[in-house]
């Protein structure tokens, strides 16, 4: 896999040793969630919204009701930028100015557009899998009426960067001899166990995709 | 508490049941994380990065580097918003076209600006209290070179909207008859053991912030 180019856009300044560009760090931070921002801007105001996406190669599919404001806006291919953040763990230093959190964060830009008709239902597909893998093959298919009222869009990463921290606390020398607790809290998200509608059948067992 | 004025930046148009505009929703969506993402604009292209606050009353503070883009372009004072998303689990449908996520989510809008060398410290100090209440008082503070080393914004809030979901699948009547199973897998941040730097000694317990 290659690296993403570098310019004053996505070029990292703040602390460059975290910063990666090659396409494996970006991809696998998009890989491990499900829900990014996106930032767009509409007359001069920046506005920043949570949705999900799937990833394909190097396209992130979007998706959403196709009366949205983000959807109508960014089908346009007016520029934007999406994030995607773990939050990995709270760095405690011995000095408040060397706290910091563990992360692995990616910022992706590019233009989206939407996808043909004969591609929705796999863009669909793709952002399902992102979700929950194997669960597209248990569920009612999207019909035609719920086709047409879904846009999806496609944005190839034009550029991108990743940021990541992992480790202890880089405290300054003198702070060692403090008597200061100093280390990691260590964060992480999970999932519980699933919780049937209430009025599924009780013998509808759990499916595949959730074991 | 009261409610944020609505227009049309920040309406809740998908979905509109799921908004809400009053301090108490959004304090507490805000009140549940430390880490957000921040939009604005540069040039014409939108960025979006993730970054530490706290939030005290109807201000968020943020920090960062004297050096930061991020930083020096806020601090003038242009549009800028800020999100915070929680996800709460995956919603399973019967039907593709109504699965979803569960999430508290938050938008707000503003305008940021430094804020002065005698707050400084103490705006460290609720942000350093939002990512855990009573580090502060354990750690040594920061001395004049790292305070002049960092900069504060605070961000008055001017709007905002939450948007939430709770709850099990809403699928068509039709649907409710397959053979298909139905339900939410929970989703939450859990935070772990923590795990002491290498080098600190081992008569070092740990401190009451931890606990």
């Keep these: 896999m290659s690296e993403y180019s570098i310019d004053k856009r996505n070029k990292v300044r703040r602390v460059p040793t975290r910063g990666h560009y090659d396409q494996e ?4 931070i998009l890989d491990d969630a499900f829900v990014c921002h996106v930032s767009f801007v509409l007359d001069g105001q920046p506005f920043i919204i949570p949705t999900l996406y799937g990833r394909e190669g190097n396209k992130l599919y979007l998706h959403g009701a196709t009366s949205s404001r983000m959807i109508r806006h960014l089908e346009k291919g007016v520029p934007m930028s999406l ?5 990995d763990g709270i760095v405690l230093a011995r000095s408040a100015f060397h706290h910091s959190a563990n992360y692995r964060s990616t910022i992706v830009y590019g233009t989206a557009k939407s996808v043909s008709q004969e591609l929705k239902e796999h863009a669909l597909f793709i952002i399902s899998e992102q979700v929950l893998k194997g669960r597209w093959d248990e569920v009612r298919l999207p019909n035609e009426k719920e086709l047409k009222a879904t846009e999806v869009l496609e944005l190839e990463i034009e550029q991108a ?4 921290r992992s480790g202890g606390p880089n405290d300054d020398k003198p702070d060692y001899d403090l008597d200061i607790w100093a280390g990691v809290v260590p964060m992480k998200m999970i999932y519980s166990d699933p ?5 599924l059948p009780s013998d509808i067992k759990l499916p595949p995709s959730l074991k």
């Design 25 to 28: 760090t970006v991809y696998k």
């Design 161 to 164: 960067s990743a940021k990541v």
């Design 195 to 199: 919780i049937a509608d209430e009025v």
């Design 83 to 87: 994030a995607v953040t773990h939050v």
